[in-house]
């Protein structure tokens, strides 16, 4: 089982019945043959129960009791949970199928990597996937973070190791009622990098109706810079004027860098510390960390469709 690392998914619910059966099948049609799936339910008074035990065979274990909120159940579920890999899924949102196996060969084949993320996608509330991430090529790091570029850190595309958790505290701030993934990303920067793959991993599903996370987004972002500042607060004065400095260097030569202007580009990701894309690489059929991107228009010659990488590929 070494080829396949211990996942642990933990699922949080109150009253989803609506979404709940297909986030647990988009766990479970994985097929992962090394999964830990972890529901915790917050005392749910509609069918959730229902659709929580039709599954109950595919679980490693589950409750359904009152708590003090989200990032309560999330810990709760992670106390009970053993993998090698952590992550978790609010019981609306989707994984992309198969994705637990390209974060597996992902960790495997990057032992530097301990936090990852896929490109951040959004369902719409039939399921049907969007993207407003238009830049394939734009990453995160932590000194874009603390620079208070924080969005699209999309915590269901996420995946770590355990061993981060551990060094993080092995906890949740239950002092956020909202913002309690972002207050983590600031413990884990502590200690590792957040690399990007360019695969797709889940996506956060919008619905019409009852939804938390819309509801109460501006109270989300509150939160989110309090975290931030409060974690710039451990720094050194000297340091946090160079953060100021370096924010307004992103925001000159980030316009290079996310309209993809040649050479100029280069700059953004070494002011911003910003590791390099994980990308599969089709002719060597494994993941790579090197930019494969096809940015510029394909020519045709002889009637062929032709990329400029292509003329260095090897024929068969």
Not at 52 to 64: G, M, P
Not at 285 to 290: C, D, P, T, Y
Request: one cysteine or more.
């Amino acid at each position: 089982m070494k080829k396949y690392p211990k996942i642990s998914v933990i699922t949080v619910n109150l009253n989803g019945e609506r979404f709940l059966e297909e986030a647990i099948l988009s766990v479970l049609n994985q097929k992962y043959p090394n999964l830990e799936y972890i529901i915790i339910d917050g005392g749910s008074t509609d069918g959730s129960l229902e659709i929580i035990k039709k599954y109950e065979k595919n679980l490693a274990y589950w409750l359904s009791e009152k708590d003090e909120g989200q990032y309560h159940a999330v810990q709760k579920g992670f106390e009970k949970s053993s993998g090698d890999i952590m992550a978790w899924l609010n019981s609306d949102d989707l994984y992309v199928p198969n994705s637990f196996f390209a974060v597996a060969e992902i960790f495997n084949s990057f032992p530097k990597v301990e936090w990852l993320m896929g490109i951040p996608r959004e369902y719409n509330e039939e399921g049907a996937m969007m993207s407003r991430i238009m830049l394939p090529w734009g990453r995160w790091s932590k000194n874009r973070f603390y620079t208070f570029d924080f969005q699209y850190i999309q915590q269901e595309s996420s995946f770590w190791k355990r061993e981060l958790w551990e060094k993080a505290g092995s906890k949740m701030n239950l002092e956020y009622n909202y913002a309690g993934d972002m207050e983590l990303w600031t413990r884990f920067f502590r200690h590792a990098k957040l690399y990007t793959t360019i695969a797709t991993l889940a996506g956060f599903r919008y619905s019409s109706a009852n939804q938390r996370s819309i509801e109460f987004r501006q109270a989300y972002q509150v939160e989110c810079v309090k975290a931030i500042k409060s974690e710039l607060k451990r720094f050194s004065i000297l340091r946090r004027i160079g953060y100021v400095c370096l924010r307004g260097l992103g925001l000159f030569f980030g316009i290079f860098f996310f309209y993809d202007v040649p050479i100029l580009n280069l700059i953004f990701p070494l002011l911003f510390n910003i590791p390099r894309p994980i990308n599969y690489d089709f002719d060597k059929s494994k993941f790579v960390q090197k930019n494969l991107l096809v940015k510029l228009p394909p020519l045709f010659l002889w009637n062929r469709q032709v990329y400029k990488r292509m003329f260095n590929k090897k024929s068969n």
